[in-house]
């Protein structure tokens, strides 16, 4: 049983707060796309363009938003080495809660895209300054559990924008799905309250507060000959898992609901019954995946302390690529097909559940958040290419942009296993003791 004192209890609640509520905002689009977008160009809800346009500007907003997520990242990794983690965090939660909340406001495409922008500075940052803050606080030997709990929150994060989208646009605005997009990018102003709680609850770790602590590094360190294998390390596997994890999950929403509303379509039911079973069909996706990522998450405890870190990663890389073959080769019928998201969950979102606490055993005290923010954001600046790619396949696929994904995404399969090729020249971090 992982034993923490108060302090640090409240440090990883602070820090699970922020991340929580950092990915139920940055995922908020993904349940409304296929209205905001239709409606801000003025399109048809439901006709081809429609489906057309919200499969290649998904995948373009969600590109931008990973770009903006690793400037932000890397930006704030720099400054929470110099003005500290928890200062550092609190001012990225204000940051996307407010870029979100403002999307509820936009007047037009260009407007949203600025306002995701905004809010992805904020949210790149916050992962820096959360995962240093917790791995800096708890005991060496508690440290696996300390952040693959802290993870946790990215799926209650998931399910509780499931749940808002749900009590928003499939119940208080039914069938009026051309405003309810307005009202669910509202919410996102929710996380600035945890702000508080965080400012309240927590402290800077010792290692950082100290007097005696070493000056700040520069980034250029990162890649010096004492750190050059571990930035290698951090950026191969936070890469290879953030290409599949984004791939998959900015669209597997857009598809579940593209083959809803087919199947609506075929039955001839009205708008509001279609609405509904759209909603209804997001709602389990998005629960079945979020399930998956919950227990892959706390898989990695386990696995990370009796495999070690690069058996494990490579035993996730493995099963990523094979249940995304899996799931997105065969012709699956509509019912069955959102039940085995829990798979594809189980290990491309479980993964990230160790990075938390891998990615700063790698690096020194004085450049643990540098190094850990820009090689977990220089991957997504890669990982961007990804929903772009998947949306353009999708958009050509016009009226079946839905079945264009399925196929577009098992070719995403082949991302895993890169990792697991590479993975040789990776770091073993198991027992390490953080360095100061």
Known sequence: MIKLSRNQWSVLFAAWLGWGFNIFDSLL??????????????????????????????????SLLLIGWAIGG????????RIGRLRTMTITILLYSLGTACCAFAPSLPALIGFRLLASLGIGGEWASGATLVAETVPDKHRVEAGA?????????????????????????KGQPEVSWRYVFACG??????????????????RWSSKDRPVAGKLREIFSPAYRRATFSAIVTATTALITWWSCNAFILVISAGLAQSIAQQKGLDKVATSAAIEQAKTLAANCYNTGGLVGTLLTIPLAKSLGRKRMLSLYFLLSSIFIFSVFGPDWDPGVRPYLYFLVGLTVFGVFGSFTYYLPELFPTRLRATGAGFCYNTGRIVASIGPFWVGSISALGGANAANAAIKALFWIGFVPLVGVLLMPW?????????ED
């Open 29 to 62: 689009f993904n349940y409304v796309s296929g209205n905001c977008i239709p409606s801000l160009l003025h399109l048809e809800l439901g006709s081809t363009a429609a489906k057309a346009a919200t499969a290649y500007w998904t995948g373009i907003l969600t």
């Open 74 to 81: 890397i930006a704030f990794g720099q400054i929470a080495d």
């Open 149 to 173: 709990l802290l993870y946790t929150s990215a799926p209650m994060g998931l399910f509780l924008a499931t749940f808002v989208n749900w009590l928003i646009a499939g119940n208080l605005f």
């Open 189 to 206: 102003l929710i996380p600035a309250f945890a702000s508080f709680a965080v400012r309240a609850l927590a402290k800077e770790p010792e």
């Open 426 to 434: 990776v770091l073993e971090t198991k027992g390490k003791i953080l």
